[in-house]
């Protein structure tokens, strides 16, 4: 079962509202692939499961890949927050999140 307090807090902190309505939100079953979905709404799917999960360990690839700017931008501001207290692995083909890794690798 989930914790109600819990999912409106990732949904408020992810500002999901602004991409899905409310019955999307709280009523709607997604299919296992997804069809009904775009793909920014997708990985802000996934983003908020792993942040409700409190996990302590985290591998993202191109978290915020076909998400819109206000999207990319959230996911990178609770990041900032989130790392403080996880091992956040990270995959991206941009220089977005840099700022706020403490490491980066390269590969050519």
Request: proline share 0%.
């Amino acid at each position: 079962m989930y914790n109600i307090c819990n999912v409106n807090s990732v949904i408020k902190k992810l500002e999901m509202q602004r991409m899905f309505d409310r019955d999307m939100l709280y009523n709607d079953v997604i299919s296992e692939d997804g069809d009904s979905l775009s793909g920014g709404q997708i990985k802000i799917i996934a983003f908020a499961r792993a942040l409700y999960g409190d996990y302590k360990i985290i591998l993202l690839d191109e978290v915020s890949s076909n998400m819109d700017k206000i999207s990319a931008d959230i996911i990178k501001d609770t990041l900032k927050v989130w790392k403080e207290d996880k091992i956040v692995i990270m995959i991206d083909h941009t220089e977005f999140y840099d700022e706020i890794a403490d490491n980066v690798l390269l590969l050519n």
